[in-house]
């Protein structure tokens, strides 16, 4: 299984930007894959995700903000950002897991997990893309 991002790049604040995860090799039906950020001093954090079924969770941080989509013939990971904001710089990764990993995740963005108990969730990760947003 590969998996690569791209589109990570400066924008200002206010800004957009679309990111994308190209995902081969994985062929399983029922998966959950996620967007991922890691500032500077920060410790990693869970941005988005969605799975098979088409269903999405955010982050409180990114809601209304950021929208998490896939092609699912081609897949590709998708995640739109709008109204960037300087503490949306970061690292950006993209990582697919079972389907289970998204039920994981919405307890973890509703604050009762901590990463470290949903990242094994995910099997395989890119290597990331940097989105800097500055004046």
């Known amino acids: 299984v590969h998996v690569m991002e791209s589109g990570g790049t400066s924008a200002q604040p206010g800004g957009s930007l679309r990111l994308s995860c190209q995902v081969s090799?994985?062929?399983?039906?029922?998966?959950?894959m996620g967007w991922f950020r890691q500032a500077p001093g920060k410790e990693r954090e869970g941005v988005a995700t969605?799975?098979?079924?088409?269903?999405?969770r955010y982050a409180d941080s990114v809601k209304g903000r950021f929208t998490v989509s896939e092609d699912n013939a081609k897949k590709i990971l998708y995640l739109q950002m709008n109204n960037l904001k300087p503490e949306d710089t970061a690292m950006y990764y993209c990582?697919?897991?079972?389907?289970?990993?998204?039920?994981?995740?919405?307890?973890?963005?509703?604050?009762?997990?901590?990463?470290?108990?949903?990242?094994?969730?995910?099997?395989?990760w890119g290597q990331g893309t940097q989105v800097t947003v500055s004046s």
């Open positions: 969605i799975d098979h079924d088409g269903d999405t």
């Open positions: 990582a697919v897991g079972t389907s289970g990993a998204c039920i994981t995740m919405g307890r973890y963005f509703a604050g009762r997990l901590v990463l470290q108990d949903v990242a094994p969730k995910f099997g395989y």
């Open positions: 090799g994985y062929t399983a039906n029922f998966y959950c």
